[in-house]
């Protein structure tokens, strides 16, 4: 015990010094690949895209992914928050996917990894992590980019996957940095791109600035259908903090 804990009574320790529960790791990625017999369309690729907040071992939120997946079949999902054991051999059940995951830290008390998955019916040629200079208060954790490409049907560029869980609770600074830290990724890729995830665009500031980026680097934001843009999640009277950005 430190000289500064010998002065705290016991009980007070007990109570409330508790081990550090977030570990930092280091950029890396977790990959499952599987044997596919084909490339990804270059026609048409399906995508979802969804924080789930690490609901993955949820009965109720499996219902709701598998149905999803049965309706719509996309071809690549890109998720934010996804809980992996570490002694476990997949976060989410998809046999014929293959994965990358890009943890940010590791959840002591569960003996589990905090990341983020992108998974598509064809194996990554790469995969690499990026992750922030910059860390949320209190836990002290940075958050996670993780950049993928796959080969396509009669192309020969290939896609550039970005997955992006952006930085919360810091000053706009910190935002932008973790923004133009996947610039130069953007910027040296000769070919398709699709840009998603969870941006925390949670003000107006931020909002101009994504805007203002993605058009620098010619990406123009998914629409959808009226009924179907009210549903996505915001802030209170904020932006949409969820995007899907692509690029030719």
Request: zero cysteines; charged letters at 20%; proline letters at 5%.
């Amino acid at each position: 015990m430190s000289e500064i804990n010998r002065q705290i009574p016991d009980y007070f320790l007990k109570k409330y010094v508790l081990p550090y529960r977030f570990i930092r790791t280091q950029a890396t990625t977790i990959d499952r690949n599987r044997v596919h017999q084909s490339e990804l369309d270059s026609v048409s690729i399906r995508v979802l895209n969804w924080n789930i907040a690490k609901n993955n071992h949820n009965s109720n939120w499996l219902n709701d992914f598998y149905h999803i997946l049965e309706k719509y079949e996309p071809n690549l999902i890109i998720l934010q928050e996804v809980r992996l054991g570490t002694d476990a051999e997949h976060a989410i059940h998809l046999p014929d996917m293959s994965w990358s995951y890009a943890p940010n830290f590791i959840d002591a008390h569960h003996n589990a990894y905090s990341g983020i998955l992108t998974a598509a019916k064809t194996n990554p040629l790469t995969s690499q992590a990026i992750i922030t200079d910059h860390h949320e208060p209190i836990i002290k954790t940075p958050k996670v980019s993780l950049v993928t490409d796959y080969s396509m049907i009669n192309k020969q560029e290939k896609l550039l996957v970005i997955n992006s869980h952006f930085i919360n609770f810091v000053n706009f600074n910190k935002f932008r940095a973790q923004l133009l830290q996947l610039e130069i990724t953007l910027l040296q890729h000769q070919g398709p791109i699709i840009f998603a995830g969870d941006f925390n665009i949670w003000n107006w500031t931020r909002a101009a600035l994504l805007d203002e980026v993605a058009a620098q680097w010619k990406l123009r934001s998914v629409s959808f259908m009226p009924d179907d843009n009210k549903k996505i999640k915001r802030f209170l009277l904020s932006p949409p903090l969820d995007y899907i950005f692509i690029g030719d």
